[in-house]
């Protein structure tokens, strides 16, 4: 909804009744998605008034990416990957910007299931060169494709940029994460770089919101 062009920032949303008939979801449904929009800063419910769009997009910058979320102790739950493709492709223009290489160059593109006490909590894309990554093999992204490149490259990871975007699932999505159509989903876009300013990996990363939350923290100092 708030990604269609045809509403702006400070534009308010329609009336959950509204978004109930045009989706033909239940009230539940609006209000979960809803929930979600406001907990990435991107709408903002004033009583009396309405649901303001505030932002779009949300953007994150980390210097801790993580492949897995852990348990408030910080001890790892059950974790699985499950790599559906593993390829060489011919990059396409726009993934060949990000990386910084040729259009049509050679790189890897991986899609992996991750499962979290044997549900599927996301589903990710990832373009890496192949230059950067000589060795790699089907058995490393079954395991944590950062400490893959912690423990087996030269290189040196300096952090993360995420792009944080509401997304409702597609047929194949829903059977996956098992939602119902309009269950929302969170695509974070995740550009990763290391310390010599190489852009290593470009992920699309589709987030199950309705068993998995995702949170970070910000201090005062930061701005975005």
Same mark, same amino acid.
Request: net charge positive; charged share 25%; glycine share 4%.
């Given at each position: ?9 400070? &534009? ?44 779009? #997009? ?7 990416? =993580? ?14 990957? #499950? ?12 993934i060949a910007k990000i990386l910084n290489v040729k259009e049509n160059s050679r790189i890897y593109f991986c899609t992996r299931i991750r499962r979290l ?29 950062? &400490? ?25 999505? =829903? ?7 309009? &269950?929302?989903?969170? =695509?974070?876009?995740?550009?990763? #770089? ?15 919101? =309705? ?14």
């Amino acid at each position: 909804m708030i990604r269609n062009p045809a509403y702006e920032v400070g &534009d308010c949303l329609p009336s959950e009744a509204e978004l109930c008939r045009e989706f033909n979801v239940s009230r539940m449904t609006i209000r979960k998605a809803l929930n979600v929009l406001t907990t990435y800063g991107m709408i903002e419910r004033i009583h009396g008034k309405g649901t303001f769009i505030t932002n779009k #997009e949300f953007r994150h910058q980390s210097n801790n990416p =993580q492949s897995f979320p852990r348990s408030e102790n910080n001890k790892p739950q059950k974790l699985e990957s #499950e790599v559906t493709k593993f390829s060489l492709i011919s990059a396409p223009l726009s993934i060949a910007k990000i990386l910084n290489v040729k259009e049509n160059s050679r790189i890897y593109f991986c899609t992996r299931i991750r499962r979290l006490n044997n549900q599927a909590i996301q589903i990710e894309e990832s373009y890496f060169p192949t230059c950067l990554f000589p060795d790699i093999t089907l058995s490393h992204l079954e395991k944590s494709k950062f &400490d893959y490149v912690k423990n087996h490259t030269n290189i040196k990871i300096k952090g993360s940029k995420e792009i944080f975007k509401p997304m409702i699932p597609n047929k194949e999505q =829903q059977e996956i994460f098992n939602l119902k159509k309009a &269950d929302p989903l969170i =695509q974070i876009t995740s550009i990763n #770089e290391s310390e010599d300013g190489l852009i290593f990996d470009v992920s699309f990363i589709l987030v199950n919101t =309705q068993i998995y939350e995702l949170g970070y923290y910000f201090s005062r100092e930061q701005s975005w």
